[in-house]
């Protein structure tokens, strides 16, 4: 899948991946405010559809994120949780990175004080 320049072998790599898919609250007032949405705003995207995506077009690895479009009330972590999976079943094609909002943040601190707490007691 890698390109050869001059003799140079140089690996593809799709640094713009979103994976993921939109939760259908949005995906219904979205399409309720813009009937114009393309088909691509309501996709979701997992990792065998990202490595079948790979395969058909030459890519050696793609480095995915959350979709976005949400409220700041949103928490990433189904999405994040996904991608994290994904990276884990397949190191050597998926990398990602985690997407974060207010509430994120909020719901992982009270995960983990939760978590503290129990140990504690």
Do not use: C
């Not at 065998?48 to 959350?66: S, W, Y």
């Not at 601190?109 to 129990?118: D, V």
């Amino acid at each position: 899948m890698s390109i050869t320049i001059d003799g140079e072998v140089i690996e593809v790599i799709d640094a713009h991946t979103h994976m993921g898919g939109r939760p259908r609250r949005q995906r219904f007032e979205a399409e309720m405010k813009d009937k114009t949405a393309g088909r691509a705003f309501f996709n979701s995207f997992d990792a065998k559809q990202a490595l079948d995506a790979m395969a058909d077009g030459n890519v050696d690895t793609v480095i995915g994120f959350p979709m976005g479009g949400f409220s700041t009330e949103y928490d990433y972590s189904d999405q994040n949780d996904m991608i994290a999976n994904a990276m884990k079943e397949h190191p050597a094609k998926l990398s990602g990175s985690a997407g974060s909002t207010r509430m994120w943040v909020k719901n992982q601190l009270l995960r983990r004080l939760r978590t503290t707490l129990k140990i504690w007691v």
